[in-house]
């Protein structure tokens, strides 16, 4: 809901005799304050201090004008000679109405802006206190008027209304100053005191030029500075560019690298694998002898369960895979010497005896008794089998299994 509040105070009480109606209010709506100005802006029937005649049928014509809220915009100027007639404008008309004596008034929306503001000022100040009617006159008429001649406006568009120091029509205006007490104002003046604004206002150019060409220097300076950044933002775009091209480019090698690397890896690690493979089987040939026999299938199994952590250490992994697999074949040779009451066993693959002969005897079920279970040919069975699982020097020879590979068999898998 618009509330409404005078805001003009003890300007619109001196004025009151002069000019009632001219006044500015604020209007709150929704929280958001707004200042309108209200004042009569053309008299009906009234020869106008340019010699112009406002009929009362025109006083009608521009109040339905600006009624009508048709283009153009009713605006309102700072004055009418303003440079830039866009940033003059320091409000707008929004309606208009005639009292009865046929006189126009109007009401115009002031705007938030700094002009606007001093426009303000000045009014409550009482040192603006004259609006000016601005139109275009479409067809006028040469006419008598009280005995003189006239311009009488038969058909015109106003435009807007602005605010001035010196209104055409009297009475437009917050007082009734006319253009005769204005030039009888100026003509009163004392020479001396004329020359003594101009020398001030000279001064105050002087010091405007001062100020100007300081700011010229310094938009100069900024200007330079400006392009030196710009260059050295180029360089580095330059630099950049480079930069970015070089990394693709050992982006590209070390992908390739890596790729050559990964191979060669995988070729060294293939031929590891395939060197202990070899080496596996080179141990598994030292008990040929032993090939019928089910003490070989745990010597095959213990040398082809050997594993090895892989790593990019090949040689460390080759030596340790050796290791290993010496570990067994040492370990599964002390326990056949065991196993043979005589000590007389055939020689593993590879091994020599003091003689330098290289031939090889069979254990035979005879000669290993009842602790040669281990060495039986494959395909046969003691069938005492039962009694010798219990045998005291059985017990021993399958903890001496156990101790020197690592690898625990049962009883029954010797029956």
């Known amino acids: ?58 006083v009608d014509a521009f109040v339905n004008q600006i009624n009508s809220n048709q283009p153009p915009l009713k605006t309102m100027l700072t004055n009418h000679f303003a440079p830039d007639k866009t940033l003059a404008i320091v409000g707008k008309v929004v309606s208009a109405w005639k009292d009865a004596a046929g006189d126009g ?10 002009a606007a503001e001093e426009i303000k000022k000045l009014v409550r100040g009482t040192f603006l206190e004259n609006i000016s009617l601005r139109a275009r006159p479409i067809r006028v008429k040469e006419e008598k008027h009280n005995g003189k001649d006239v311009l009488a ?44 604004q101009l020398s001030e206002l000279k001064e105050s150019l002087n010091a405007r030029d001062s100020q100007i060409a300081s700011l010229q220097g310094e938009l100069a300076t900024a200007k330079n500075d400006i392009k030196d950044k710009e260059k050295a933002i180029s360089t580095m775009e330059e630099e950049k560019t480079a930069l970015s091209a070089k990394v693709a480019e050992l982006t590209e090698e070390v992908q390739s690298k890596t790729t050559a690397l990964k191979e060669s890896e995988d070729k060294v690690s293939a031929f590891v694998s395939n060197l202990i493979q070899e ?61 043979t009451p005589s000590g007389d066993i055939p020689p593993v693959s590879g091994d020599t005896n003091d003689t330098g002969d290289t031939g090889s005897t069979t254990v035979t079920e005879q000669e ?8 039986l040919p494959k395909g046969t069975k003691d069938k005492s089998s039962a009694t010798s699982v219990s045998n005291p020097a059985m017990k021993d020879i399958l903890e001496s299994i156990k101790q020197h590979t690592g690898v625990e068999i049962a009883p029954e898998d010797l029956g």
């Open 1 to 58: 809901m618009a509330t409404t509040k005078d805001i003009t105070g003890i300007i619109a009480e001196e004025l009151t005799a002069i000019n009632p109606e001219f006044v500015i209010q604020e209007e709150e709506v929704d929280g958001v304050k707004k200042a309108y100005i209200t004042g009569r802006f053309i008299r009906s029937d009234f020869v106008s201090s340019n010699g112009i005649l406002y009929p009362a049928e025109i």
């Open 105 to 114: 008034f109007f009401k115009g929306l002031l705007a938030d802006t700094v």
């Open 153 to 196: 406006v038969k058909d015109a568009e106003i435009l807007g209304i602005d605010f001035t120091p010196m209104p055409g029509i009297a009475g437009a205006s917050i007082d009734a100053l006319t253009y005769e007490e204005l030039l009888k104002e100026v003509t009163d003046m004392n020479i001396e005191e004329l020359k003594t």
């Open 279 to 339: 080496a596996k089987t080179e141990a598994l040939a030292k008990f040929e002898a032993f090939k019928d026999k089910k003490i070989y299938t745990f010597i095959e199994g213990a040398i082809n369960g050997v594993t090895v952590e892989s790593t990019t250490e090949f040689s460390s992994v080759l030596e340790e895979a050796r290791a290993k697999l010496s570990g067994i074949v040492t370990n599964f040779t002390e326990m056949l010497e065991e196993l």
């Open 368 to 375: 290993l008794g009842a602790t040669a279970e281990p060495v």
